[in-house]
């Protein structure tokens, strides 16, 4: 080829990605619109390659070369960083100038726009939705529904737990409010997974059914750019560095990374969702996680009320489009009831809070029955750790990990470390041991409590007797690690996902 012919074809793919229409999001990822009734796709992304590859041939009638390749997609983030308009962006959820959006994920690129008239379908959105492979689609079926069915697959031990419960599935696809972690909290056999997984399917249904725990803040920050509600199953304990990383990104958070191979260049991702957790027991008693918590507890079911799980999952697929149509029904007129609703204070979550009871009322509740239920399920579990921390024995007990770290040794010689933290009025009450074997049944009979409070006791026997432990459970389990310098293919694994 010829240095002329060569310019020839740059100036043929030069002009080519000139007449593509391009968008920059929150983040500044670069997209590109490659027909003009297409939807917006990452330039990053292998879609956008096969489109270069494809174009190449039939302009210049051979195969492109993988150094044109890179050449074309680095031309095109640089002329789409400068050229593309200012847009949102989002996995499955989005809001913009009033209206909310869900991606449907079909075939046809179709999104749904509510407001406080009606839901619609649109294929226009002004807000660009990330492909994924592992979402699947979202279909409605017609005018009718009823919400009120997804009770049916929900071991609710109340009728104020049921209330509850179906407001927070009709609000979870609202990315414009601070969603609560959602915690199903129960004995094994209690059907937490089972409605967890269908609470998620019903506004983001995908290829797995739970996320794989987390070990490490990238990870997480991972997890969460690629899920619509992420559920993080059989969690048996949210350390404190991950209660704080999740009261972030309910909030709303970015996490921010340099860039492989560049010195000063930085991407970013912008995170806030809906999380869903399942735990045997609560799994944090942190203030500000149970501040944005809403803890459902189930109990286990008896044998004679198990399903099987074929036929139960079998008479969900049935349901599920009347399910989705009465959320996005009580969403419409929530979102016509919500001007005139006007709450006596705010708790923490006060927006989710006043639009919860909007969609109480238009689900047939009562929205001061709701806002009551509400705050009396968040003081609950804050009542809980006051009783923790009121305990004289706990708290000493606590105070004495924290200030060691770790503790390991006879329960005679644990009790002479206690007594001399604990004041005369604490070693007289009812709570406080009193021998070196009312020690070691206390620290059994408050093990799960002591947990809670980020606290392991374990006893073990040796040749010369009993040995109890104590230690912090941060220093049990894997802590944040420290972000590394350079990248593995986790590292651009994540940084392909989100630029």
Not at 56 to 63: A, E, F, L, N, P
Not at 404 to 410: N, Q
Not at 443 to 451: G, Q
Request: charged share 25%; with cysteine; hydrophobic share 35%.
């Amino acid at each position: 080829m010829t240095k002329e012919q060569k310019q020839n074809k740059d100036k043929q793919v030069v002009d080519l990605l000139e007449s593509l229409e391009f968008a920059k999001d929150q983040d500044g990822c670069i997209y590109a619109k490659i027909t003009p009734d297409s939807k917006f796709i990452e330039v990053n992304s292998k879609e956008f390659s096969n489109f270069l590859i494809l174009a190449y041939r039939d302009k210049c009638h051979k195969i492109m070369p993988s150094q044109f390749l890179s050449n074309a997609k680095f031309y095109a983030s640089a002329y789409g960083d400068g050229n593309g308009k200012a847009v949102r962006s989002g996995l499955r959820f989005g809001f913009e100038r009033g209206f909310d959006y869900i991606d449907m994920a079909d075939e046809e690129g179709n999104v749904l726009r509510i407001d406080d008239t009606m839901y619609t379908k649109i294929k226009d959105s002004p807000i660009i939705f990330k492909t994924n492979s592992e979402k699947l689609p979202i279909k409605i079926s017609g005018p009718w529904g009823d919400a009120k069915k997804f009770l049916k697959y929900a071991n609710c031990s109340s009728s104020a737990q049921q209330m509850l419960l179906l407001v927070d599935l009709c609000l979870s696809p609202l990315a414009r409010i601070n969603q609560p972690v959602t915690c199903f909290v129960g004995q094994e056999g209690s059907g937490k997974t089972s409605t967890a997984s269908k609470f998620r399917s019903v506004f983001d249904p995908t290829t797995h059914l739970k996320e794989d725990f987390v070990k490490t803040k990238e990870g997480f920050y991972l997890t969460l750019n690629s899920s619509g509600i992420p559920l993080f199953d059989n969690v048996r304990k949210v350390d404190n560095w991950l209660s704080d990383l999740i009261c972030q990104a309910v909030t709303g958070t970015s996490y921010g990374k340099r860039k492989h191979y560049v010195d000063t260049d930085m991407f970013k991702v912008s995170i806030q969702k809906k999380i869903l957790v399942t735990s045997i027991n609560v799994p944090s008693f942190e203030p500000d996680f149970l501040d944005r918590a809403l803890i459902f507890e189930f109990d286990r079911l008896p044998m004679s009320k198990n399903v099987d799980r074929t036929i139960l999952d079998a008479d969900f697929g049935e349901d599920l489009p009347e399910i989705r149509e009465g959320c996005l029904k009580a969403l419409v007129e929530a979102k016509r009831l919500l001007p005139g609703i006007e709450l006596a204070g705010l708790s923490r979550m006060g927006d989710y809070e006043r639009f919860g009871a909007a969609v109480a009322e238009a689900l047939g509740y009562n929205a001061k029955s709701y806002v009551k239920s509400f705050r009396a399920l968040q003081m609950k579990f804050k009542n809980t750790r006051a009783k923790l921390s009121a305990n004289s024995f706990i708290s000493a007990v606590k105070i004495l990990t924290e200030s060691a770290g770790s503790i390991e040794g006879r329960t005679s010689d644990m009790l002479i470390q206690l007594n001399n933290i604990g004041d005369d009025q604490s070693k007289l009450s009812n709570d406080w041991p009193k021998s070196p074997i009312s020690l070691g049944v206390k620290l059994s009979k408050y093990a799960a409590d002591l947990e809670d409070l980020g606290i392991v006791a374990v006893k073990s026997e040796t040749k010369n007797g009993s040995v109890w432990s104590l230690k912090l459970l941060q220093t049990v389990n894997t802590k944040v690690e420290q972000m590394p310098q350079s990248g593995n293919d986790n590292d651009k694994k994540f940084e392909n996902d989100c630029e």
